[in-house]
């Protein structure tokens, strides 16, 4: 495997980042997973957007323009000869002192890492998923924005180890204010009364990739769809529910916290959905091999 690491291809051996990088000391840095599917980086360049969207927020200037490391990503896939699988591009604050502060970090790293991908059993997309609510909030937009994709995952690791907790593989987490906010690594959507629900980005979410897909694919559906606070009640008592994400696509969630939803089956429109998107990804995304 071959990773690339601040402008060169190396080895997986040799890619190694200091000690004292502060995206290793402070989680000071920010990221992207994105899909390939057949040979192609699916919206790679919304995922190039939204990092570079995210390093702004922190101040912090990443050393190659967006068409740069568009095309070091291609060069990164294309080296480790994937068609389908899985890419984390990380840009953290780079090489400082034990202190916080980042004016001591003149280099960002920049690290991009092709590999295959593990994603959920089939059984899930058909059978649905069963979560529950953990009682760690989402972090407040007012601390730390949930609009940033940084490398500071520890409210969504907090979550997730309440879900391990509970054996279930993902989990709804609610906003300082107790309405839903997003999963601990997805985005989610509920139906009621054929109108399609998702948390808005204000109230303290991630811009998902997916999430934004989604919304588009239903929306040439003629399916309604609003960007609205809710409550657990709403998820409760909804037609259908399902969570989104480059790893995890569009899983059906048929039960929360012990209440079914839609008698347990995964939804109508959440089926639509589903097959939808996975027309769309065949013909979307950046070619890796045209020539
Ligand atoms: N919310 C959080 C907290 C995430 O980490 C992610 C990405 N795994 C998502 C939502 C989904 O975003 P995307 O569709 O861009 O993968």
Do not use: W
């Not at 657990?232 to 480059?246: N, P, Q, R, S």
């Amino acid at each position: 495997m071959l990773i690339y690491l601040n402008g060169k291809l190396v080895p997986k051996e040799e890619a190694k980042v200091s000690v004292f990088d502060h995206g290793f000391l402070y989680g000071d840095g920010v990221f992207e997973g994105i899909r390939i599917y057949n040979g192609r980086i699916f919206k790679l360049k919304e995922h190039i957007e939204r990092l570079y969207a995210s390093a702004h927020a922190i101040d912090l200037k990443p050393p190659l323009t967006q068409e740069e490391l568009l095309q070091a990503t291609v060069e990164t896939v294309r080296a480790n000869n994937l068609r389908d699988g899985y890419i984390r591009i990380v840009i953290s604050r780079g090489e400082g002192d034990l202190g916080l502060d980042p004016k001591k970090c003149p280099n960002p790293t920049v690290v991009i890492i092709a590999d295959k991908i593990a994603i959920y059993p089939e059984e899930v997309y058909k059978k649905g998923m069963k979560i529950i609510t953990v009682s760690t909030r989402r972090n407040s937009p007012q601390a730390l924005n949930p609009n940033i994709k940084s490398l500071n995952y520890l409210n969504n690791i907090l979550a997730k180890i309440e879900a391990n907790r509970a054996n279930v593989p993902e989990a709804i987490m609610l906003s300082i204010e107790g309405y839903v906010a997003e999963a601990t690594g997805d985005n989610i959507f509920i139906v009621k009364n054929k109108t399609l629900i998702t948390p808005p980005l204000h109230l303290g979410v991630l811009p998902g990739i997916t999430r934004q897909t989604v919304i588009e694919l239903a929306k040439e559906r003629g399916i309604i769809t609003e960007e609205k606070p809710f409550t657990l009640y709403d998820v409760y008592t909804a037609d259908e529910c399902f969570l989104t994400g480059t790893a995890a696509e569009i899983v059906p969630v048929v039960e929360v916290d012990g209440r079914e939803i839609n008698g347990g089956v995964p939804g109508e429109i959440t089926l639509l959905l589903m097959k939808d998107f996975h027309e769309y990804v065949k013909k979307e995304g950046v070619e890796v091999y045209k020539d």
